[in-house]
């Protein structure tokens, strides 16, 4: 039997980042994974692949509706799906060949099949494509078996027409009508990709607002910036059920007035969420915990109720994200030989990879209301930006909320061109407790979009913006 020092369940970013932080660190490591290619839910059906095709309607979009006001005219201009979704795929291998190259150069076991607890020390490995099962010993476990999409009983996904995000990524045709349920980020960039290539797509939501977990002027400028691609939004609309007759599906809500609403479309993508996926684990038989909404129970270190087994990413509480769950196998690896890593959670950014991006951290405007919090706004749109202009994406703005007596920086939201990135500079000055006054007087290269996060600082320090 094979024994280990750190046993990692699930390779999505959080297990493969924590077991090449463990055999960093010197620790022998296994990592086991029931499916035939590394990466989990992120490389291989989610956050990559979903970019992928975020970029390519991108640029079919700017040749279509934007490459003229450029001086460049095209005729004749096409879709061809499958290279699309061909071209996605390639870069889905080309980024999980790289996970298993990082496995063999830090020396971590991989081993391909179903884990389960036998005890809190043993681990059984039921092969998925052949092979034989085997058991191994192991001192640690890091659990990071991530999620799975929320289903909603009263739908039946047939995963042909009534979709998840999963099979949103591999449509070989333009649809019609996409029927999109959520108004979340997953929802909402897989309408982003389909309305840019033409389809007619419709976003039914059941709150008031699309991202609602965000700053809500975030949401509103969203919604308002996507109604220009096409994208219909009905907001406060409760689905009632979902049916497919043919090649056609008819959605069923009850609209704000509790009128039943129907639409018809050849797609419906229900986009409600996500939820921990521990199935198979026998997580009983170690005797581990669980809270509420099928999550693993954790401390503050991340250790469960059982001494040396850890748990990490979508199985545990706080945002499902890539990046918070490779910070948390960072601090779980370093946590085991007796470090004293840290996690500040308030600064882990949440981005959706829209156009244009959104991005949010820190306290939203809401939260800071709720707290009774004395704060001061900063707010600069990119229509002021001399970059914004040249590049033709004047949507949007930088919001920057600081504490109205100590000016110390409490949230950044932002709406604009390449968010996702700038997004960063607020991360690392809130990390060191910047004042606005702080970012105000660092020099920014210009003309860049940067220039806004220096420009909304300098609007909350005494309205001291110069270009607007």
Not at 201 to 218: A, K, N
Not at 257 to 268: A, H, I, R, S
Not at 370 to 397: L, N
Request: aromatic fraction near 6%.
């Amino acid at each position: 039997m094979n024994q280990y020092d750190v046993t990692v369940i699930g390779s999505g970013p959080g297990g493969y980042v924590a077991a090449i932080r463990c055999a960093q660190l010197g620790l022998k490591t296994a990592l086991i994974e029931k499916y035939p290619t590394l990466g989990g839910t992120c490389l291989n059906v989610g956050c990559i692949p979903s970019k992928a095709l975020l970029d390519s309607s991108e640029h079919y979009h700017n040749a279509h509706s934007v490459f003229a006001d450029h001086g460049i005219g095209l005729d004749n201009l096409t879709v061809d799906m499958n290279r699309m979704i061909d071209r996605k795929a390639g870069v889905v291998k080309a980024n999980v060949d790289g996970i298993a190259y990082l496995m063999k150069k830090n020396k971590i076991d991989v081993l391909t099949g179903v884990g389960s607890f036998v005890d809190k020390t043993h681990i059984s490995i039921a092969p998925t494509e052949g092979g034989e099962a085997q058991q191994i010993e192991t001192k640690n476990v890091i659990i990071a078996t991530g999620s799975k999409p929320t289903v909603l009983p009263f739908i039946a996904q047939d995963k042909e027409r009534i979709i998840t995000s999963t099979e949103a990524l591999n449509i070989r045709e333009v649809p019609r009508h996409m029927m999109v349920i959520g108004g979340g980020v997953i929802g909402l960039e897989m309408a982003s990709v389909y309305a840019r290539l033409g389809a007619k797509v419709s976003v039914i939501e059941f709150m008031d607002s699309l991202i609602p977990t965000m700053d809500r002027g975030l949401g509103k400028e969203l919604k308002r910036v996507l109604g220009k691609i096409g994208i219909e939004f009905f907001m406060s609309h409760k689905v009632t059920g979902a049916t497919r007759e043919g090649d056609s599906v008819t959605v069923t809500a009850t609209n704000p007035k509790g009128e039943e609403v129907k639409f018809e479309g050849d797609y419906c993508l229900v986009a409600v969420g996500r939820v921990p996926y521990t199935a198979g684990l026998n997580l009983e038989a170690a005797g581990i915990e669980m809270e509420e909404r099928g999550r693993i129970k954790v401390d503050a270190h991340l250790q469960t109720n059982v001494p040396g087994i850890y748990a990490i990413g979508d199985v545990v509480r706080g945002a499902m994200l890539a990046h918070k769950a490779e910070e948390e196998g960072v601090f779980v690896a370093e946590t085991i030989v007796g470090q004293k890593p840290h996690i500040n959670y308030l600064l882990i950014p949440g981005v959706v990879y829209t156009w244009p991006e959104v991005a949010g951290v820190g306290y939203t405007e809401e939260q800071l209301k709720e707290q009774g919090k004395a704060y001061k706004i900063g707010s600069f749109p990119f229509k002021a930006s001399g970059r914004a202009r040249a590049s033709g994406d004047t949507d949007g703005f930088v919001k920057v909320l600081a504490d109205k007596t100590t000016d110390e920086i409490l949230g950044v939201h932002m709406i604009g061109p390449r968010i996702a990135d700038l997004i960063a500079e607020a991360v690392t000055a809130m990390e060191f407790r910047a004042s606005a006054e702080d970012v105000a007087r660092m020099s920014h290269s210009h003309p860049t979009y940067a220039e806004a996060m220096k420009e909304a600082c300098l609007a909350a320090t005494e309205n001291r913006a110069i270009h607007m």
